[in-house]
């Protein structure tokens, strides 16, 4: 049986897992940053939302994102 995943060089692993950090990790940062900002500028229901994005988002993409890790 042949794999075709595996056959082949590996020269995009290394942008494949860069691309999965940033999905699991990068767009979290950006939204806390994003309401860290909008806490400063006094919306502060604002930026409560957007905490909690970031961290159900970190949670999810840490379970997906991870899975695929192992």
Do not use: H, Q, R
């Amino acid at each position: 049986m042949c794999f075709p995943i595996l056959e082949g060089s590996m020269d995009g692993l290394a942008a494949l897992i860069i691309i999965i950090f940033f999905i699991g990790f990068g767009i979290p940062v950006i939204l806390g940053i994003t309401g860290w900002i909008t806490w400063t500028k006094g919306n502060k229901k604002t930026a409560k939302i957007f905490f909690i994005i970031s961290v159900i988002y970190l949670l999810i993409s840490l379970g997906i994102c991870g899975s695929l890790m192992i």
